[in-house]
């Protein structure tokens, strides 16, 4: 589901001591510095918060300053992961400088989509100076996400030029899209504090889903489990809030210690945490030297930074502005989902060299230059329906439900139900659970494997059945619980099961009793034993219900054992003949004739025994023994003392 925002988030950036920090003071009256040493020093070093009404979108302006200085940039990334827009401040006596040109690469990395320049202390310099670090700005945004953007010359001292800063920043409110939600509630921790009277207290911005009073929440990727004691957004307690509102949750027994900037709250067993990351990377022009595969980088995503490797898939080496598909291998576990941005720092010297957005936070390790595993990611690039069908394909032989892969590529249930129905329709994917109507809700109920999987188990399935066959020629079927388990080394029951449905529906299987076989298969017969087959099945026609002991007529006809017992596994295994016990043996057609004969039997007078039996159909104890336990072991009669009765 999509949502209105009821805030518009809008972040500072810009290069140390350029008023950012001045200007937000002078648009709401909000000194966001709050902490002693920032007075002290005169600049910003944690995030600051501001908020400003605006009426005329009926929403609320809410502001986060980040610091500027090179040292702090982390913080910088941190704030900016999840803002709507920015307010990209220069100062006009300093023009354009090494952190303004830093701050605007990662904006971008970010996909920032809109914004307001401003251009701070413009009392302190001429027109013509302005004129010319505005020629300098339009140079630097030119086909960039900013280059419409307004650039409006402010002082904070003399309040010039803040009323049209105001203004254009709720235009550039009024243009931001709604976020996307996929209903689980996840919100990144960039703020633990402990609140006198409260206790300890996280904040952050909420990417998706909505967060109660009483609600239990899991802080990854710690595992911690906690409970919402309360809610606040600015101040004002609330029962709920929900995505893209800035907002505090008083948490209930965790200690301030236990948690940090980075971490992220989320609703318990709906994300994992990874060491693992797929993604498009993209390497800044701006680089003055190639990227070597296995670099060792920092990683900032969401309010967290984690050390790591950069594993380029498919080259050796990456030039400055150049884009691939790459994996990262961290040194301690992060929180991530498909689509979640992020900035690439270098290791040592802290400088950004690029970015991009996260393909599969919970990708195998893949050997390099492989060319299957990067088509696969490259296909993450795509639309919805791509990114649905590509998480059954990874999931190979383990059926998802819609759930699943909504949860684990950052959609909503909503949008993977269309894609499922969409990708089933195109014979795409393959229905795991049983049958029933093709609806919304039965989609949601069910499990699936991609096409192309459930076709390479169907071959698997049959090669098992084709050797079974190969040792055992003349049989027709195989024992299911033998073809079960060795399929089952390959998936499990409920693949099985409904593979073996769906090929018995198209006529490619049949089963009989607890054998399965191939639907066209027929005993593989050496020369002169089909006679012999045809010969045997009349005489047992012939006899009726007292039939003669196999051993007996094996000796009788002068076949050799082998080739006797071969036949007559093939003709049991037809269904031709029914072996009842170790000495009895009879033609179907007799078999079905006593069993509709018992049960007529017992309809009329309530029950039978084996006595009553051998006297009606004129055969010995033996035979008619050897009836009533078949028909007891197929369920079809329950013996009751010396008495049978019909199974109910």
Same mark, same amino acid.
């Given at each position: 589901?999509?949502?209105?925002?009821?805030?518009? #988030?809008?972040?500072?950036?810009?290069?140390?001591?350029?008023? $950012?920090?001045?200007?937000? +003071?002078?648009?709401?009256?909000?000194?966001?510095?709050?902490?002693?040493?920032?007075?002290?020093?005169? #600049?910003?070093?944690?995030?600051?918060?501001?908020?400003?009404?605006?009426?005329?979108?009926?929403?609320?302006?809410?502001?986060?300053?980040?610091?500027?200085?090179?040292?702090?940039?982390?913080?910088?990334?941190?704030?900016?992961?999840? &803002?709507?827009?920015?307010?990209?401040?220069?100062?006009?006596?300093?023009?354009?400088?090494?952190?303004?040109?830093?701050?605007?690469?990662?904006?971008?990395?970010?996909?920032?989509?809109?914004?307001?320049?401003?251009?701070?202390?413009?009392?302190?310099?001429? $027109?013509?100076?302005? *004129?010319?670090?505005? !020629?300098?700005?339009? !140079?630097?945004?030119?086909?960039?996400?900013?280059?419409?953007?307004?650039?409006?010359?402010?002082?904070?001292?003399?309040?010039?030029?803040?009323?049209?800063?105001?203004?254009?920043?709720? %235009?550039?409110? /009024?243009?931001?899209?709604?976020?996307?939600?996929?209903?689980?509630?996840?919100?990144?921790?960039?703020?633990?504090?402990?609140?006198?009277?409260?206790?300890?207290?996280?904040?952050?911005?909420?990417?998706?889903?909505?967060?109660?009073?009483?609600?239990?929440?899991?802080?990854?990727?710690?595992?911690?489990?906690?409970?919402?004691?309360?809610?606040?957004? @600015?101040?004002?307690?609330?029962?709920?809030?929900?995505?893209?509102?800035?907002?505090?949750?008083?948490?209930?027994?965790? +200690?301030?210690?236990?948690?940090?900037?980075?971490?992220?709250?989320?609703?318990?067993? *709906?994300?994992?945490?990874?060491?693992?990351?797929?993604?498009?990377?993209?390497?800044?022009?701006?680089?003055?030297?190639?990227?070597?595969?296995?670099?060792? &980088?920092?990683?900032?995503?969401?309010?967290?930074?984690? &050390?790591?490797?950069?594993?380029?898939?498919?080259?050796?080496?990456?030039?400055?502005?150049?884009?691939?598909?790459?994996?990262?291998?961290?040194?301690?576990?992060?929180?991530?989902?498909? =689509?979640?941005?992020?900035?690439?720092?270098?290791?040592?010297?802290?400088?950004?060299?690029?970015?991009?957005?996260?393909?599969?936070?919970?990708?195998?390790?893949?050997?390099?230059?492989?060319?299957?595993?990067?088509?696969?990611?490259?296909?993450?690039?795509?639309?919805?329906?791509?990114?649905?069908?590509?998480?059954?394909?990874?999931?190979?032989?383990?059926?998802? /439900?819609?759930?699943?892969?909504?949860?684990?590529?950052?959609? /909503?249930?909503?949008?993977?139900?269309?894609?499922?129905?969409?990708?089933?329709?195109?014979?795409?994917?393959?229905?795991?659970?049983? =049958?029933?109507?093709?609806?919304?809700?039965?989609?949601?109920?069910?499990?699936?494997?991609?096409?192309?999987?459930?076709?390479?188990?169907?071959? +698997?399935?049959?090669?098992?059945?084709?050797?079974?066959?190969?040792?055992?020629?003349?049989?027709?079927?195989?024992?299911? *619980?033998?073809?079960?388990?060795?399929?089952?080394?390959?998936?499990?029951?409920?693949?099985?099961?409904?593979?073996? *449905?769906?090929?018995?529906?198209?006529?490619?299987?049949?089963?009989?009793?607890?054998?399965?076989?191939?639907?066209?298969?027929?005993?593989?017969?050496?020369?002169?034993?089909?006679?012999?087959?045809?010969?045997?099945? =009349?005489?047992?026609?012939?006899?009726?219900? /007292?039939? %003669?002991?196999?051993?007996?007529?094996?000796?009788?006809?002068?076949?050799?054992?082998?080739?006797?017992? !071969? &036949?007559?596994?093939?003709?049991?295994?037809?269904?031709?003949?029914?072996?009842?016990?170790?000495?009895?043996?009879? @033609?179907?057609?007799?078999?079905?004739?006593?069993?509709?004969?018992?049960?007529?039997?017992?309809?009329?007078?309530?029950?039978?025994?084996?006595?009553?039996?051998?006297? %009606?159909?004129?055969?010995?104890?033996?035979?008619?023994?050897?009836?009533?336990?078949?028909?007891?072991?197929?369920?079809?009669?329950?013996?009751?003392?010396?008495?049978?009765?019909?199974?109910?």
């Amino acid at each position: 589901m999509r949502v209105e925002n009821s805030h518009a #988030i809008i972040g500072t950036a810009g290069h140390i001591d350029h008023g $950012k920090t001045a200007l937000i +003071k002078a648009l709401t009256g909000i000194d966001v510095d709050t902490l002693a040493e920032e007075k002290r020093r005169g #600049i910003t070093i944690e995030l600051g918060f501001a908020f400003l009404d605006a009426p005329v979108l009926d929403k609320e302006i809410i502001f986060i300053d980040v610091p500027g200085h090179e040292k702090l940039i982390k913080t910088m990334v941190a704030g900016a992961s999840n &803002i709507d827009a920015v307010l990209f401040v220069i100062a006009a006596d300093d023009g354009i400088n090494v952190q303004t040109r830093e701050h605007f690469d990662i904006l971008q990395l970010l996909a920032i989509e809109n914004g307001v320049i401003a251009l701070t202390k413009s009392d302190l310099v001429d $027109k013509d100076h302005i *004129s010319a670090v505005i !020629n300098d700005i339009r !140079n630097l945004v030119a086909g960039t996400f900013l280059e419409s953007a307004p650039i409006i010359p402010v002082s904070s001292v003399t309040g010039e030029g803040v009323e049209e800063i105001k203004a254009a920043l709720v %235009k550039a409110a /009024s243009k931001i899209r709604k976020r996307r939600d996929t209903g689980i509630f996840r919100m990144p921790i960039d703020r633990a504090f402990t609140m006198q009277g409260f206790g300890t207290v996280i904040a952050g911005t909420i990417l998706s889903g909505q967060v109660n009073v009483g609600d239990k929440i899991e802080i990854l990727p710690d595992g911690l489990t906690t409970r919402v004691r309360g809610i606040q957004v @600015h101040a004002k307690s609330i029962q709920e809030s929900h995505i893209g509102i800035r907002t505090a949750i008083n948490l209930q027994d965790i +200690k301030k210690e236990q948690l940090r900037r980075g971490q992220t709250a989320v609703m318990p067993g *709906s994300v994992s945490p990874t060491t693992r990351l797929d993604a498009q990377f993209h390497l800044l022009l701006s680089c003055s030297e190639d990227l070597k595969n296995r670099t060792r &980088i920092r990683l900032h995503i969401a309010a967290d930074e984690v &050390i790591g490797r950069l594993i380029l898939l498919d080259s050796d080496r990456l030039s400055p502005g150049q884009t691939a598909v790459v994996q990262f291998v961290l040194e301690s576990p992060t929180v991530a989902l498909p =689509k979640d941005r992020y900035v690439i720092r270098t290791f040592s010297s802290l400088m950004t060299i690029g970015g991009g957005v996260i393909l599969d936070a919970q990708p195998k390790s893949h050997k390099r230059f492989d060319t299957f595993a990067v088509d696969a990611l490259r296909k993450l690039k795509g639309g919805i329906n791509d990114v649905v069908e590509q998480a059954f394909v990874k999931s190979g032989v383990v059926p998802l /439900s819609v759930a699943e892969v909504a949860g684990s590529i950052g959609e /909503s249930e909503d949008e993977v139900v269309e894609v499922v129905q969409q990708l089933l329709d195109e014979e795409k994917l393959f229905k795991i659970t049983p =049958k029933a109507a093709e609806d919304v809700v039965d989609i949601r109920r069910g499990k699936f494997i991609s096409a192309e999987t459930y076709s390479a188990l169907v071959d +698997k399935l049959l090669a098992i059945l084709e050797n079974y066959y190969t040792n055992n020629p003349y049989r027709v079927f195989m024992p299911s *619980s033998e073809l079960q388990s060795r399929f089952c080394k390959l998936a499990d029951k409920q693949v099985y099961i409904a593979i073996i *449905s769906n090929l018995s529906e198209q006529d490619v299987l049949r089963a009989m009793g607890v054998k399965i076989g191939k639907k066209d298969r027929q005993p593989q017969w050496q020369p002169g034993e089909h006679d012999l087959a045809e010969k045997i099945e =009349k005489i047992f026609e012939n006899e009726c219900y /007292s039939t %003669k002991p196999e051993d007996e007529l094996q000796g009788e006809l002068k076949i050799k054992l082998n080739v006797f017992e !071969n &036949i007559m596994t093939a003709l049991a295994d037809q269904g031709l003949l029914v072996r009842l016990g170790d000495r009895v043996t009879y @033609h179907k057609k007799h078999l079905q004739s006593a069993r509709e004969f018992v049960t007529g039997y017992i309809r009329e007078n309530g029950s039978i025994t084996a006595p009553e039996l051998r006297d %009606k159909l004129g055969v010995t104890r033996k035979y008619a023994v050897a009836i009533l336990e078949y028909l007891d072991n197929t369920q079809v009669t329950r013996r009751l003392g010396d008495k049978r009765v019909l199974k109910s």
